[in-house]
């Protein structure tokens, strides 16, 4: 029988993380007592978790793409969720400061904004055309940067969160 052979979702090891970790910023996360096997069971991605994917996502050129087509193990990928709060351009600027080649810039624009455009100084520029992206990292506006072994790195709402991350990363 193969009863015995089965194991239950626990095993499988999706639910590790490294929330709580000394090398994980989290700025909306309450400190809480963390389980390093039960990632996002309350429903909310933080900082240590592992980074979901999000289909759906629109080019300028109208070419649909994913989260997992754009990471990658060789460099660190900052999600921009662009809001009125958050100055886009400074982000993009201070990235330019870090290893060429060692991260990418991702501006993830909301389902019903204008469609992306070329000239951006951005890696990608993309319409979350289904809304599953930010409805999956926490429907807000922000950073979330993804480390190269696809892990929540930071949940950071602006340019002051994003050099404390990369001032652990880049010594």
């Given at each position: 029988s193969s009863e015995g052979w089965r194991r239950?979702?626990?095993l499988y090891q999706f639910g590790v993380n490294y929330r709580g970790s000394p090398i994980v910023i989290d700025e909306e996360g309450t400190p809480e007592s963390v389980d390093p096997y039960r990632s996002?069971?309350?429903g909310a991605l933080r900082a240590g978790d592992r980074a979901p994917d999000a289909p759906g996502l629109v080019s300028s050129q109208g070419e649909k793409t994913c989260l997992f087509d754009i990471f990658r193990t060789s460099y660190h990928t900052v999600l921009i969720f662009p809001g009125t709060?958050?100055?886009v351009n400074g982000?993009?600027?201070?990235l330019k400061?870090?290893?060429a080649g060692a991260v990418k810039s991702v501006v993830i624009l909301q389902q019903n904004a204008a469609p992306a455009v070329?000239?951006?100084p951005a890696d990608f520029v993309l319409t979350d055309g289904e809304g599953y992206a930010r409805k999956h990292y926490n429907d807000r506006d922000g950073i979330v940067i993804v480390r190269p072994d696809g892990i929540i790195g930071a949940l950071v709402g602006g340019v002051d969160g994003?050099?404390?991350y990369?001032?652990?990363i880049f010594l």
């Amino acid at each position: 029988s193969s009863e015995g052979w089965r194991r239950g979702p626990e095993l499988y090891q999706f639910g590790v993380n490294y929330r709580g970790s000394p090398i994980v910023i989290d700025e909306e996360g309450t400190p809480e007592s963390v389980d390093p096997y039960r990632s996002g069971e309350g429903g909310a991605l933080r900082a240590g978790d592992r980074a979901p994917d999000a289909p759906g996502l629109v080019s300028s050129q109208g070419e649909k793409t994913c989260l997992f087509d754009i990471f990658r193990t060789s460099y660190h990928t900052v999600l921009i969720f662009p809001g009125t709060d958050l100055e886009v351009n400074g982000i993009l600027d201070l990235l330019k400061a870090y290893p060429a080649g060692a991260v990418k810039s991702v501006v993830i624009l909301q389902q019903n904004a204008a469609p992306a455009v070329d000239g951006s100084p951005a890696d990608f520029v993309l319409t979350d055309g289904e809304g599953y992206a930010r409805k999956h990292y926490n429907d807000r506006d922000g950073i979330v940067i993804v480390r190269p072994d696809g892990i929540i790195g930071a949940l950071v709402g602006g340019v002051d969160g994003l050099k404390r991350y990369f001032k652990g990363i880049f010594l």
